[in-house]
């Protein structure tokens, strides 16, 4: 079956003013000024549609979810807020995540994203199986999914932040570790799902979890992720704990890597800005929610002049609170602009982050792009809100208008969402679903 996406409004891709060729689940071809594709089995009229590779997201904690907005933890910084959510989050039950998963999925999927990485750090006991349910999720939506086997092994007790009931062992979070990198994990490319492992973060882990995570992703040919420099308290803590800042703790156990993507990346000085770029290692940017909790402004242009990978992620959606990536665009643009000048952080930066710049985050050649033999994972938007009436340039038109729901999200050849809707999923029975879990878990 050959698919011509024809003569999009406008697309974000060169040689493509007459769309693409879709052909099984990828492109086939680009349908450049003039052309006309041969062999077309159906023609999709793309005439009223801004077109784009499917956006991918970096970061995300699924589960939090069930507590955006939640007044023990609004108005407060990064430390705080945790501290007032762990209590709540350690009572996290499967239903709940499964829940909590296929709605943020959907909510990513009706803003344009067809790749997420979750990073899911929480295992209270009865949530072993977190990744699976992850899985099992993403499955069953279409989505393409990175999904972070998160890990916690230093509690209160040893000095860390979180409560001893969320947190594991060291042998435990690496057995299972390598349970799922088994049972899920698949480094082809066109690949549905892929596992990475993902230490939360300096004040939560210790030393011999980071060298060990990165000799089992070594073995395995994963990525490696965690939350890194994110606000002067991490620091802080990084120094008293480990003795280390938290770059040079990167390079103590062995994570100096181009298999590394970070979140966040606030803080960081000009000499670890280029060992960060000369090691490729990427950073995802979580624009609302550095500014939500107030943690500083990542330096986006400086690292990815260093050579770094540069993505865009939402974060868990009690410190963004919305899991919109369209949003994301726009918050990245809009404080990139702040941070460095109105020309030097442009509509097309922005794109290029959420899509080429992301799935390099997450290690992957196969998506980002609308080029022959990528995956065909698509985003379309319509301009006929009125918040769009007037606009000329279509793709800035995007980003500056604030377009948050496209009209069709094809992932791997399959249109996913249809009518801003998604296929094959009743949005308002999840949404009612959702909501009374939330109840019941805060
Ligand atoms: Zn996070």
């Known amino acids: 079956m050959r698919t011509w996406i024809k003569d999009p409004l406008a697309i974000f891709a060169e040689d493509a003013e007459r769309g693409l060729v879709v052909e099984g689940t990828r492109i086939a071809s680009r349908v450049a000024r003039g052309g006309t594709p041969e062999r077309i089995d159906e023609v999709f009229d793309a005439s009223r549609h801004v077109v784009l590779p499917g956006l991918v997201n970096t970061h995300h904690h699924f589960y939090q979810t069930l507590t955006r907005a939640h007044p023990s933890a609004i108005n407060k910084p990064l430390f705080a807020w945790l501290v007032a959510l762990y209590p709540i989050w350690a009572r996290l039950k499967p239903n709940e995540l499964r829940l909590a998963a296929r709605l943020a999925l959907t909510e990513l999927m009706l803003s344009g994203c067809t790749t997420a990485a979750d990073h899911h750090y929480l295992y209270p006991r009865g949530l072993e199986n977190a990744v699976d349910i992850e899985v099992e999720e993403a499955r069953t939506l279409g989505m393409r999914m990175t999904v972070s086997r998160g890990s916690m092994n230093l509690s209160e007790k040893d000095g860390g932040l979180p409560p001893d009931s969320v947190v594991q062992d060291e042998e435990t979070i690496l057995a299972d570790s390598e349970r799922v990198l088994k049972l899920f994990h698949d480094p082809k490319p066109g690949a549905q799902i892929r596992v990475a492992l993902a230490p939360c973060s300096p004040f939560t882990i210790s030393k011999d979890l980071m060298r060990a995570s990165a000799r089992l992703a070594e073995r395995y040919d994963c990525r490696l992720h965690t939350h890194l420099c994110e606000t002067r308290d991490e620091e802080r803590r990084c120094l008293e704990m480990h003795g280390l800042r938290p770059v040079d703790l990167l390079e103590e156990t062995g994570w100096m890597s181009s298999r590394v993507w970070l979140a966040h990346g606030v803080h960081f000085n000009t000499d670890e800005i280029a060992r960060l770029g000369k090691a490729k290692i990427g950073v995802s940017h979580c624009a609302a929610s550095n500014m939500v909790l107030a943690s500083g402004i990542c330096p986006t242009c400086e690292l990815e002049a260093a050579g770094s990978p540069l993505g865009l992620g939402v974060d868990g959606s009690a410190s963004n609170d919305s899991s919109n990536m369209m949003e994301a665009l726009r918050h990245a643009l ?85 009518d801003g809707q998604p296929v094959g999923l009743d949005l308002g029975a999840l949404i009612a679903e959702h909501r009374r879990a939330a109840q019941q878990f805060a």
Do not use: Q
């Open 334 to 418: 809009m404080i990139g602009r702040l941070r460095y000048g109105a020309d030097k952080v442009t509509h097309r930066d922005v794109l290029r982050w959420a899509t080429e710049g992301s799935a390099r985050c997450l290690g992957r050649s196969d998506i980002g792009r609308i080029a022959e033999g990528y995956e065909a994972d698509l985003a379309l938007f319509k301009l006929d809100e009125p918040r769009f009436s007037g606009a000329h340039d279509p793709l800035a038109a995007l980003i500056l208008c604030s377009a948050h729901r496209a009209d069709r999200v094809m992932i791997a050849g399959n249109w996913r969402v249809v």
